[in-house]
DNA sequence: AAAATTTGACCCCG
DNA sequence: CGGGGTCAAATTTT
């Protein structure tokens, strides 16, 4: 490590990090006004690209050789909503020792793992570890020995879509209940923006009602539009067991905040404009303060069970003979060592 | 109708 | 055998 790249490194470092307290402060200060859903996801994106920046630097920076040119994504890049704080270091750490992933001959599903301590700030009992820019889908709830609630299963949306396998679980901490406990799983190698691609067919139904994904989509375009550029993956969904009634439904929202350039190419959005506001109310309050949220550890995923993705082997095995409108897919299926990065989309969809 | 969640059965591993 | 994790049918939600 030359010094002088040595403080190159330090200069960059030194720059992002001001860029974001700056970002920091905007929000804290968009907080006070009139907080909308689509302004804080930006400020959310934007935080996190610096944060992911400030990541990687450090990080290539410690080990001499910047590893995180993985396919994909290759880092679990919390884009926690609010809490702010970056934790670099701890995250760096991790990063790292999750990167190693022992046996190699047992290549397969071995997906780096780790876990997230997420507290949430509410008394009025709200908001949780929940959208962390991923749709998940609960596939499983089970009750958990010495625990007192019980634990739920999420898989990536668009596990079978897009061969996203991405996994979490939220277990809610027996004492104190604003806290949640999430483990993930392997990292997203979806592009969830493609699902919202409207089908040759008639391009006009394609409404976007207020579904989640959707929702994002218009967000991921708006990103895309502002030159915001993050991971890219938005979405919000609340597990039902940390779901709380609504009773904010009622709240009157004039904040009609939405970038017009925006709305103005894309016409089919801007109907819909409306619709992306109305969940703005689940951060209306948001202060930092009271949302914590830190790694904690991580183990060594190795259970994985067979049916979906031996689906998966026999799929890229014999794609040829397949009656499925999927051409021939003939990529080992390997989220974490390659990118399936489609570059055809699915859409046949009938029963 | 389609998509997401619920929930008990089932499976694997220690 | 039992706990944790997943499946899948039934059910609810959208």
């Keep these: 490590m030359e010094s002088a790249s040595m403080l190159e490194h330090q200069m960059l470092i030194n ?33 996190s690209s610096y944060e992911k920046a400030l990541l990687i630097l450090k990080w290539s920076g410690s080990t001499g050789q910047l590893q995180l040119a ?79 609630y019980p634990r739920s299963y999420y898989r990536c949306t668009y596990r079978h879509v897009q061969n996203c396998w991405a996994a979490k679980q939220v277990q809610r901490s027996d004492d104190d209940p604003t806290i949640f406990e999430i483990t993930y799983k392997g990292t997203h190698t979806c592009n969830q923006s493609i699902n919202a691609v409207p089908p040759p067919a008639s391009p006009e139904k394609q409404v ?28 919000k969904e609340i597990p039902s067991h940390l779901s709380f009634p609504s009773t904010f439904a009622s709240v009157n929202f004039e904040n009609h905040i939405f970038p017009t350039s925006v709305l103005a190419d894309d016409s089919h959005f801007g109907a819909n404009s409306q619709l992306l506001i109305s969940p703005a109310l689940s951060e209306s309050n948001y202060f930092s303060p009271s949302a914590t949220y830190q790694m904690k550890r991580f183990r060594g995923a190795h259970n994985l069970q067979h049916s979906e993705s031996d689906i998966a082997e ?20 390997e989220p974490v060592e390659l990118d399936p990065n489609f570059p055809f989309n699915i859409q046949g969809f009938f029963t």
């Design 15 to 47: 720059e992002l990090t001001q860029g974001m307290e700056q970002a920091k402060q905007l929000r804290f200060y968009l907080c006070m006004t009139s907080p909308s859903k689509a302004q804080d996801l930006i400020l959310q994106r934007i935080l």
């Design 70 to 148: 993985a396919p994909t994504s290759g880092a679990p890049e919390s884009s926690i909503s609010v809490d702010g704080s970056p934790h670099s270091e701890e995250l760096n750490k991790n990063f790292r020792e999750h990167q190693e992933r022992r046996d190699t001959s047992k290549k397969r599903k071995m997906l780096p793992t780790w876990t997230e301590q997420v507290s949430v700030a509410s008394e009025n009992g709200f908001e949780g570890p929940t959208d962390d820019g991923y749709s998940w889908r609960k596939y499983g709830q089970k009750d958990i020995l010495g625990a007192k």
């Design 208 to 235: 976007l009602y207020h579904k989640p994904q959707q929702q994002n989509q218009m967000l991921l375009d708006l990103q895309a539009k502002l030159r915001v550029d993050t991971e890219g993956l938005d979405n």
């Design 314 to 333: 026999i799929v890229s095995g014999h794609a040829s003979t397949s009656n499925s409108p999927i051409g021939g897919m003939e990529f080992p299926i």
